[in-house]
């Protein structure tokens, strides 16, 4: 069967650094996702993993490990504007992909 | 600029009634997505297509159907709407390749069955 897991909620604080794990099961992968979600918005797009090791995008950066069927998300220098839903997202067999429930974040003052 | 386009931001429809969701892309995409989204479920896939007139079954696609006569255009086709169909649909696209990667979502129908 197919699963996928990352935490319901995290909370941080304005200027820290938070990581938002993925564990995922699927039949066939080819990569990892993840997108970002505010609130009444639509799902955007924010990075991709095909092969084992660490994505840098200003500051966020996306981690995967094939072998352990693990991801991360990283994001540093926590902005008020950070706070919304993320999701990771495994692609699979024909061009499928998975999105979970996502991870709900709450950046603090 | 990319863009995916939905017929309605909010819907109200009574139970049987038949509904028609369009999504519309301007960036040339092979493949195009239905999603649905609730809460605590995350989204989950209805149907896709990865070229004109064709289509495959995602997690979910009983009580939908899809058509795809134009490759900018993807619809979406509740044969007889029920309340368990209240939700928020998303659309979404992207290039064949490029489907390992990024989706292009757009910015969703919020459809209520009464």
């Known amino acids: 069967g197919q699963s996928l897991e990352q935490p319901s909620e995290v909370t941080a604080v304005e200027g820290a650094i938070v990581q938002i794990n993925c564990t995922y099961q699927t039949s066939g992968f080819y990569g990892l996702s993840w997108y970002q979600q505010h609130d009444g918005g639509a799902p955007t797009f924010l990075s991709y993993n095909a092969l084992d090791g660490l994505e840098e995008t200003g500051r966020f950066s996306s981690f995967l490990s094939r072998s352990d069927s693990y991801g991360y998300l990283l994001l540093q220098e926590l902005q008020m504007k950070d706070s919304a839903s993320y999701f990771c997202?495994?692609?699979?067999?024909?061009?499928?992909?998975?999105f979970g429930a996502g991870t709900r974040l709450f950046v603090k003052a | 600029d990319v863009k995916v386009t939905q017929s309605s931001r909010y819907l109200v429809k009574r139970t049987g009634e038949k509904v028609f969701l369009e999504c519309v892309q301007d960036m040339d995409h092979e493949n195009m997505f239905w999603y649905r989204q609730d809460p605590g479920l995350g989204l989950r896939l209805i149907y896709f297509?990865?070229?004109?007139?064709?289509?495959e079954k995602g997690d979910i696609p009983e009580g939908y159907s899809v058509s795809r006569e134009k490759k900018e255009r993807f619809s979406l086709i509740l044969e007889s709407a029920s309340t368990n169909q209240t939700s928020m649909y998303l659309c979404?696209?992207?290039?064949?390749?490029?489907?390992?990667?990024?989706?292009?979502f757009g910015p969703g129908t919020r459809l209520t069955v009464t």
């Open positions: 979404a696209s992207s290039f064949r390749d490029g489907g390992l990667g990024e989706q292009y």
């Open positions: 297509s990865y070229d004109v007139k064709m289509k």
């Open positions: 997202a495994p692609h699979t067999e024909g061009f499928k992909t998975i």
